[in-house]
């Protein structure tokens, strides 16, 4: 049975994730989306999924996948379905456990980063909410990324099969395959600040460079097939959103100091 893969078209979103994983295995899939609509495919084709009666549970939204009576929502619980029959984790349930694990911290990332460019509502455009995504913008890349790349670089201590170069066993799995989507999407989205905080997390580095040199995916990277980053999807670059790297040998205020100011 053919997977079919029901993702927006025109972005990479949270479906690349899964476009990632079926690329690297070679899986044949239909990316239903990116068929015209007069081909059954496109915006009109997710819609009627998303309003076809007879499922346990009618997804929320894409991504979807479809494998013969099986239909999944959600990134993470798709991964986690179609992993181990593709080879992309071990069977075994500790490593299964630990891939989810690690995917739904992806997830949470995911969040955040959309996040900073729709601080307020995700129905508002970005230019209705600039001053509150400046704001937010500014806490995501001087906490939350340096807090999660902290969290896969001490995936890959705690991974001792692994030998500091895999987060899940002594192989790739789809969980290196999302770090690298990560690493990817946040260098696309902030690349000043992307190019200080990877000086902390070299092997994070290394991970993205192994998994880009896979054969498959390597081929999948430089074809039409993968949709370019862009400003509708999940990592956008805008500029003012990536504010440059302390000037050299600038002081930095001290917290108490800056606190006490604030209070006068």
């Known amino acids: 049975m053919e997977y079919e893969l029901y993702y927006w078209p025109g972005i990479q979103g949270r479906g690349e994730f899964i476009r990632l994983a079926l690329e690297d295995t070679g899986v044949p899939y239909d990316d239903v989306g990116r068929r015209s609509e007069a081909d059954g495919g496109g915006v009109a084709a997710i819609e009627r999924l998303l309003e076809e009666p007879g499922h346990h549970l009618t997804p929320l939204g894409p991504p979807v996948l479809r494998h013969g009576d ?3 929502a959600h990134t993470a619980a ?3 379905y179609i992993a181990p029959r593709i080879g992309l984790v071990s ?3 500790g490593s299964r456990l630990r891939a989810h694990q690690i995917q739904l911290t992806v997830a949470d990332l995911v969040a955040e ?4 460019h729709h601080p307020v509502a995700a129905s508002l ?3 209705d909410q600039k001053e509150e995504a400046a704001r937010c913008a500014r806490a995501f890349v001087r906490e939350r990324i340096p807090k999660f ?3 896969f670089d001490r995936a890959l201590d705690s991974n001792r099969s692994g030998a500091g170069k895999w987060l899940v066993g002594a192989e790739c799995s789809y969980a290196d395959l999302s770090l690298f989507q990560i690493m990817a999407g946040l260098r696309y989205a902030f690349p000043r600040a992307m190019r200080k905080h990877e000086l902390r997390f070299p092997r994070l580095c290394a991970v993205h460079d192994a998994v880009a040199a896979r054969p498959r995916l390597a081929a999948y990277l430089a074809s039409r097939r993968r949709i370019p980053f862009n400003e509708h999807g999940i990592f956008r670059h805008y500029p003012e959103l990536d504010p440059p790297s302390r000037a050299a040998g600038s002081p930095k205020r001290p917290a108490r100091a800056a606190k006490a ?3 006068v």
């Open 125 to 127: 455009y970005y230019e």
């Open 91 to 93: 069977r075994d349930e």
């Open 261 to 263: 100011r604030r209070k």
């Open 113 to 116: 980063a959309h996040q900073v």
């Open 70 to 72: 099986v239909v999944i």
């Open 78 to 80: 798709i991964l986690q």
């Open 149 to 151: 790349l902290g969290y």
